[in-house]
């Protein structure tokens, strides 16, 4: 069973830098692909990009600019940076698994999410 | 349109059957996968693959899609299947990803 657990900070000061991290246990970040998913209070769900298992990243169009996703495959983790952040950036971001087959794809495993407030 | 739209919210009598859709023009190309999150919790996949169920998810859960709609069938709707549903594909370049909006789902 594949686990995920995201990690860092809760606060982060507008036009400052979020910083967060997923450990991976039960499973190999060399293998499929890793993603970073966000929940603002109350709203939906937005997929924020993604490192496949050979280190290859994609990035949701809108937040490109201000993303990167690396992974550090020593310590079987993978991380979200997002600069220049803003009270819409206010989320619980989450990590998962996506599993790309053909035409189909999921997240099938997911962190727990955890909060990050942007704020003064 | 490159969204995917869903009914913001739908209710159910315990017991019954309930079709929660997803339109989408991505959805002619590419399967939709669906989710449960409760509050607080992290989304739960319970239909991936078209109709396709992960390991412990009830039966009564099943998916289907016609052109550009995907939809989420609970047969039998329980208390505990109260929750927002949420479907996801990919966009039509087939690089990026993206949720519907949700349905919040009661069961009456």
């Known amino acids: 069973q594949v686990q995920l657990q995201e990690s860092g900070p809760g606060l982060v000061k507008p036009s400052e830098t979020l910083s967060l991290t997923c450990t991976v246990s039960g499973g190999s970040i060399t293998s499929d692909y890793w993603s970073w998913i966000r929940q603002p209070p109350g709203k939906g769900l937005e997929w924020i990009g993604y490192i496949s298992y050979s280190g290859r990243t994609n990035y949701h169009p809108s937040l490109k600019s201000r993303v990167t996703i690396s992974e550090d495959t020593s310590k079987n983790q993978f991380s979200l940076t997002l600069t220049s952040v803003t009270a819409a950036d206010t989320a619980v971001y989450f990590c998962a698994r996506l599993t790309i087959v053909g035409p189909t794809s999921d997240f099938d495993f997911w962190g727990q999410g955890t909060l990050v407030t942007v704020s003064s | 349109s ?77 208390a505990e299947d109260e929750a927002d549903y949420y479907c996801n594909s990919r966009y039509n370049n087939g690089n990026h990803w993206l949720f519907g909006g949700g349905t919040k789902l009661t069961v009456l």
């Open chain 2, 2 to 78: 490159s969204d995917l739209t869903q009914d913001p919210a739908v209710s159910v009598a315990l017991g019954q059957t309930v079709r929660i859709t997803c339109q989408g023009d991505s959805l002619r190309s590419y399967y939709a996968s669906w989710y449960q999150q409760k509050p607080g919790q992290a989304p739960l996949l319970v239909i991936y693959d078209k109709n396709s169920r992960p390991s412990g998810i009830p039966d009564r859960f099943s998916g289907s899609s016609s052109g550009n709609t995907a939809s989420l069938t609970i047969t039998g709707a329980q």
